[in-house]
């Protein structure tokens, strides 16, 4: 299970395996966002904050911006794999 935005519209989205562990099912709010923003995953405090969300205490994850009403253009990092 994994508790987080993966899909970059300010909703965190929560992922489930089925019973059978043949496929993931993503569940969300019906309600769109009128603001798309690169996904939270990408930044790498919000990252670490899922890692350690869903390891341990359970506790919200928080990007390293502020999100919400009246925020500045948020940034988009240049995150990358080796």
Same mark, same amino acid.
């Given at each position: 299970?994994? @508790? ?23 569940? @969300?709010?019906? *309600? ?9 995953? $990408?930044?790498? #405090? *919000? ?9 341990? *205490?359970?506790?919200?994850? $928080? ?7 009246? #925020? ?11």
């Amino acid at each position: 299970m994994l @508790s987080g935005d993966i899909l970059g519209d300010w909703r965190e989205e929560v992922v489930w395996r089925t019973s059978g562990n043949t496929a993931l099912r993503i569940y @969300s709010t019906p *309600y769109e966002a009128n603001t798309k923003i690169t996904t939270l995953l $990408h930044d790498t #405090m *919000y990252r670490t904050g899922i890692a350690w969300q869903n390891t341990a *205490y359970n506790q919200p994850p $928080h990007p390293s911006f502020f999100l919400g009403n009246g #925020m500045a253009t948020a940034p988009r990092p240049a995150v990358y794999t080796p």
